[in-house]
Nanobody, 116 residues
């Protein structure tokens, strides 16, 4: 059984920073892709960053890093703005033990609120 666990969310003032972390655990053969998504109330879930791409709205402020040895992916969030307020979700394409094809997995989400 595969699980993704996020941590690091919270309440910060505009201009502040947060670092989100995600750990994948369980019966994992390999992880083909890890990414961070976010969803604000009333809006669709959108890609924030993966290994090679950043959303235009976070480019230059957010930085993704992946540790393949520990099956983790972090999101360093700098110069946060009120429009960054959302639930942030860890995402991974994972080949489970005993299978040959990947499947999508989501974390439970962590709330990030940027407000004065």
């Amino acid at each position: 059984q595969v699980h993704l666990a996020e941590s690091g969310g919270g309440l910060v003032q505009p201009g502040g920073s947060l670092r989100l972390s995600c750990v994948a655990s369980g019966a994992i053969n390999r992880i083909n892709r890890m990414a961070w998504y976010r969803q604000a109330p009333g809006k669709q879930r959108e890609l924030v960053a993966d290994d090679t791409h950043y959303s235009d709205s976070v480019k230059g402020r957010f930085f993704i890093s992946r540790d393949n040895d520990r099956n983790t992916v972090d999101l360093q969030m700098n110069n946060l703005k009120p429009e960054d307020t959302a639930v942030y979700y860890c995402y991974a394409l994972i080949v489970p033990m005993g299978l040959m094809s990947n499947a999508p997995y989501w974390g439970q989400g962590t709330q990030v609120t940027v407000s004065s």
